[in-house]
């Protein structure tokens, strides 16, 4: 995170690089990951073809005839109303009469019609909910796991609400609400940290190929400027994706153990980093968060992060390398343990399945109802 406010993935690099389009092992959260990533991919694609249209012509298309209006205020939350007075004002004023200023609006306003505030906090909501009860799931349901076609629906079956979850019959634990709480903001401000780096980056090269029409500087290929842009958002957007599901399913399922219950890290996929394959596999023993005296090396609880640690065993001071402190190196998260990280939680004592029965009742009717209708519609 940049602070304790904002997104794991800002404040400890990867110290690997993997193919991040990889599906996730995890049945139970492939699709989720999935689907996150193509919502946001949409939004991406639907800006960037907004864009090239705007970018298309220096003289039209406009509004012909029409009175151009008053530059409305620029808000800091955009409502409907101040999205439709930016768009009267865009497209009534003809494209050689347009000032720097309008260009760097319009980036800002097209972000805001597929990238808002608003959007980001559905998105973060949605997903964090999801994520961190399919972690729960998955660890419960660990020692008598449903075929693999019944843990794939869950993902879509699951309410996207704590409230839903525990009327489905969901066994929801003590802290899950609270980390779906911190999980949901985190996440949204990635989103619009994550549209600030867009505006930021597109406006600037938009400027720049509006300053060189206007005044006979070398014109570059603009689409082939911002294609390296429009990439790299769809690799930010997939960090996001993979880096909150894992930290909050692992979180998940962390929580929803007993103080005293042991759970074992699973770090098998490819492409693993030597942190994580280090930690394969280990051991850990679940504590109350309120726990005085905690032991990083043993104990896990809900809400532990490599927040403010690094991996690296030395740090610059003045111009000098010096040691790390043992409390300023990685220690085994509960959630992700860095960027990308797809490693999770299963239990290894205190597993009681029977507590899952009433909620996997209600995802098998669910299941039936829908394989019954799409039968019924075909």
Not at 70 to 80: F, G, K, S, Y
Not at 226 to 239: S, V
Not at 294 to 304: L, Q, R, S
Request: aromatic share 10%.
């Amino acid at each position: 995170m940049i602070d304790e406010g904002t997104y794991l993935g800002k404040a400890i690099k990867p110290s690997h690089e993997h193919d991040i389009w990889l599906p996730f092992d995890s049945p139970y959260l492939a699709d989720l990951v999935e689907a996150f990533t193509h919502t946001g991919q949409a939004h991406i694609q639907s800006f960037k073809d907004a864009l090239s249209w705007w970018l298309a012509s220096h003289g039209a298309p406009h509004v012909k005839d029409a009175q151009i209006p008053l530059i409305p205020d620029a808000p800091v939350h955009w409502t409907q109303v101040e999205l439709d007075a930016w768009s009267a004002y865009f497209h009534a004023k003809p494209r050689y009469l347009w000032l720097p200023e309008d260009w760097s609006m319009l980036v800002e306003w097209l972000l805001q019609s597929y990238w808002s505030p608003k959007w980001a906090d559905s998105m973060a909501s949605w997903v964090s909910v999801k994520s961190t009860l399919l972690g729960q799931i998955e660890a419960g349901l660990a020692a008598n796991p449903p075929i693999a076609a019944v843990a794939a629906g869950i993902a879509a079956l699951i309410p996207a609400t704590i409230p839903g979850a525990v009327q489905m019959g969901l066994p929801v634990a003590q802290y899950t609400e609270a980390l779906v709480s911190f999980a949901r903001v985190r996440c949204a401000q990635a989103i619009v940290d994550m549209g600030d780096k867009m505006k930021s980056d597109i406006s600037t090269i938009v400027l720049q190929h509006q300053q060189a029409v206007l005044l006979g500087g070398k014109i570059e290929n603009l689409e082939t400027k911002l294609f390296d842009k429009y990439a790299t958002a769809n690799r930010d957007w997939r960090r996001i994706a993979i880096t909150e599901v894992s930290e909050n399913a692992a979180q998940g399922a962390v929580a929803a153990s007993k103080p005293g219950d042991k759970m074992k890290r699973l770090e098998q996929y490819k492409g693993v980093c030597a942190w994580c394959h280090k930690i394969n596999g280990r051991i850990m023993t679940v504590v109350d968060p309120a726990k005085e005296n905690k032991d990083g090396e043993t104990e896990i609880w809900a809400g532990k992060t490599n927040i403010g640690r690094s991996s690296a065993p030395k740090k610059r001071v003045d111009g000098r390398l010096y040691d790390r402190e043992p409390d300023e190196m990685w220690w085994v998260a509960a959630g992700a343990q860095h960027p990308h990280c797809r490693g999770r939680w299963l239990p290894f004592t205190g597993i009681d399945p029977a507590k899952y029965d009433k909620f996997m009742a209600a995802i098998k009717a669910s299941q039936a109802q829908r394989k019954a209708a799409n039968k019924t519609g075909s």
